[in-house]
């Protein structure tokens, strides 16, 4: 079912790659709200040099600068105003409100060249917001047309630049504008263009590529969680043993990331028989995952032929050496538990001691021989060990993610943490021993990112299966 | 983690200082791979490395399998909570510490 739910996940994924035009359509709303503003900006600013030349600051002509500025702010008005009631939410405002503020521009320019050539720079500076060459470039073209025409308008409706009425000395000719006016501007007006035009290109590549880096990491995001309700499934359930008086068994774990390389298993070797696995692959995420999926279905297969665990672990070993795995390795401790007494078999593929409690006494490390991790050189062999477990006892494997858990000093929770902890909860039952030494080793690590997967199966002996 | 490499006439000695595990291994075993061509005595100074991850002990392990095949490989002053781990993954049987 969750699998399910998450296929459905991927293919939403996959529509996805339909989103980048929802993406520039983001970014065209977020252009067009300010644009407003700044047009509302500009209504403010013309406003206010009309009120200077009003008061004699400046010497355009009143009748033409009152024109243009009713104009203006009618216009200006009138497109922030749409923009502001769409929301900003219509393809045709970036035009209206573009050309508009070009045309009003040219307009001013038209009634004072000399002190407003940078005007001619700002609708294609703010046309670069879009990040849309295709619209800066047409902003360009509209911006030569309405400013070339704007300067051949001042001769005879603005104030023509003063230097170049006393350079002449005396009446200017359109030609003496278009060259001393216009054109140092025009120059100056294209180095801007150019770097706009860039600036187009690239912000409009870089959301491009962006937006590719989001899909691609929502849709890994989306196969590792996958992934892990495949590796989560893969785990044995201790509710689907057969029902059991006689014992307890109880399994946690907790993957650092999603997918991770720790290990349990267990099973009934026949009637009587239980074995049971704790393994740590070397290494994190995906790759430790693939190599736990291997290690875990190699040895449920060969405990099932039966024989020893050390047999059964050269076997494994040897299997994983043959599948030349770039050096990585699984420490694994195999024990197979004899329920009508007790007697455990165990070997050790350079995993962590099982902690041992005998009931009256304490939880104390079983420091049984160790082989090679399996994976590492083929031929190894390794040792069986007995334990004899009485009714009332408690055998307890876990992985270096518990010893090694860390708090914020780096300080490990170390072997010793552990045993105390497993023996301030000695005579609690296996899922609440589990539940309590996590409960310590989050107190411990204090919010200290979790580093290793924590992995911990307890078996408590309750009584011997009779015969 | 520091790497201090020695060359001498076919003998190369590396020092490792700090922690080496899955953050450094990979830097150490760029290293191991640029320097082992004919080689043909490796050491490994431990004397000041505090700690080995599991991977870590992929690269020695990778590093121990090329150099049987080129010479030997020797790891010295190995600290006792180093060689702990070494005991407990079985990498005593395979590496030689003195």
Redo the contacts between chains.
């Keep these: 079912m969750i699998i399910n739910d998450l296929k459905a996940k991927v293919e939403s994924g996959v529509k996805q790659v339909f989103i980048t035009d929802e993406v520039f359509w983001k970014n065209e709303i977020d252009a067009n709200m300010l644009l407003a503003r700044l047009m509302l900006f500009s209504a403010v600013a013309l406003v206010a040099a009309n009120t200077l030349n009003y008061i004699g600051i400046y010497h355009i002509p009143p009748r033409f600068f009152n024109a243009i500025t009713i104009h203006g702010l009618l216009e200006i008005l009138v497109s922030a105003v749409l923009c502001f009631i769409y929301n900003g939410q219509k393809r045709w405002l970036k035009w209206l409100m573009l050309i508009v503020l070009t045309l009003t521009y040219a307009r001013v320019y038209a009634a004072t060249p000399s002190r407003t050539a940078i005007l001619m720079v700002i609708p294609v500076l703010i046309s670069c917001r879009y990040y849309s060459r295709t619209l800066t470039e047409i902003v360009s073209v509209v911006t030569t047309i309405a400013f070339f025409l704007a300067t051949i308008l001042s001769k005879y409706l603005g104030s023509a630049d003063i230097d170049d009425i006393y350079a002449v000395g005396g009446e200017l000719s359109v030609k003496t504008i278009l060259f001393r006016s216009f054109l140092p501007s025009y120059v100056l007006f294209w180095i801007a263009t150019i770097a706009a035009f860039n600036i187009a290109h690239k912000g409009r590549k870089m959301i491009l590529e962006q937006d590719e880096i989001s899909r691609n990491k929502s849709r890994v995001d989306t196969e590792l969680s996958m992934a892990k309700q495949i590796q989560k499934r893969a785990l044995p359930d201790v509710s689907d043993l057969p029902e059991h008086d006689e014992y307890e068994l109880s399994a946690f774990i907790s993957t650092a990331k999603e997918v991770g390389g720790d290990f349990y298993d267990f099973m009934y070797v026949d009637p009587t028989h239980l074995a049971i696995v704790i393994a740590d692959v070397s290494g994190k995420s995906v790759p430790a995952a693939l190599y736990m999926m291997i290690s875990k279905i190699l040895i449920s297969n060969r405990i099932m032929l039966g024989g020893k665990p050390s047999e059964i672990l050269a076997d494994v070993n040897n299997q994983l050496c043959e599948k030349h795995l770039d050096n990585m390795f699984v420490t694994v401790w195999l024990g197979i538990i004899d329920l009508t007494n007790g007697h455990v078999i165990t070997a050790n593929a350079g995993h962590e001691y099982p902690a041992i409690y005998h009931k009256g006494s304490e939880f104390e490390l079983f420091k049984d021989k160790h082989g090679l991790v399996l994976g590492g050189y083929s031929g190894m062999k390794y040792v069986d060990c007995e334990i004899d477990l009485a009714e009332g006892d408690t055998l307890f494997v876990y992985t270096d993610g518990v010893t090694e858990a860390h708090n914020k000093e780096n300080v490990l929770f170390s072997t010793s943490r552990m045993l105390d902890s497993l023996n301030s909860h000695k005579d609690c039952l296996p899922d609440e021993l589990t539940s309590k030494v996590h409960e310590d080793i989050d107190l411990y690590s204090n919010g200290k990112e979790q580093f290793d997967d924590i992995t911990m199966v307890a078996f408590r002996m309750k009584k011997y299966i009779l015969q | 983690m520091e790497i201090i490499k020695k060359e001498d006439a076919g003998k190369i000695t590396i020092a490792l200082e700090g922690r080496l595990d ?1 953050t450094t291994a990979p830097e150490l075993e760029n290293e191991v791979e640029a320097s082992i061509a004919g080689v043909n005595e490796l050491v490994f100074d431990f004397d000041k490395l505090e700690y080995v991850s ?2 870590g ?2 690269v020695l ?2 590093a121990q ?1 090329k150099m049987n095949e080129q010479g030997t490989m020797t790891l010295i002053n190995v600290s006792d909570e180093i060689m702990g781990i070494f ?5 005593v ?2 590496l030689n510490i003195q």
């Design positions: 899955s599991s991977a002990l992929r392990l990778s399998k005991e407990i993954t079985g990498f049987d395979i």
